[in-house]
């Protein structure tokens, strides 16, 4: 039992500091779970690919949206607006904000001499 509480408090530490570890483990699960539910819904155009499903789920999180693939079903596109685009683009935003933050830190560093 004190092994799973000290679990879950790790887990809500790294989540609530945004480590890496929590921001990436959030963005596999989403994308995961987009991939589910398109396959429930029958959306073999971006399920039968993983490859292409990556491509699908990336042009549709940073809102490119070329357009060459998407959902075709009522089911599909409602997944898309309710759970991968919002979800998508809240959990990328926070991986690059990370990642630019840690890279204006260096470049501080850098400049005040501490790199």
Do not use: C
Not at 21 to 28: E, K, V
Not at 53 to 69: E, Q
Not at 91 to 97: E, F, P, S
């Amino acid at each position: 039992m004190l092994f799973i509480a000290t679990f879950l408090r790790r887990v809500y530490l790294s989540l609530g500091e945004l480590a890496w570890s929590a921001l990436l483990l959030i963005l596999a699960i989403h994308i995961f779970v987009s991939y589910l539910l398109f396959f429930v819904a029958g959306e073999s155009d971006l399920v039968s690919n993983p490859i292409d499903f990556l491509y699908y789920y990336m042009v549709t999180a940073t809102t490119v949206g070329y357009g060459d693939l998407s959902p075709k079903s009522g089911l599909g596109r409602i997944i898309a607006i309710v759970f991968v685009l919002p979800g998508g683009i809240a959990i990328l935003t926070a991986v690059l904000g990370k990642l630019l933050t840690g890279i204006g830190s260096v470049w501080r560093n850098r400049m005040r001499g501490l790199g």
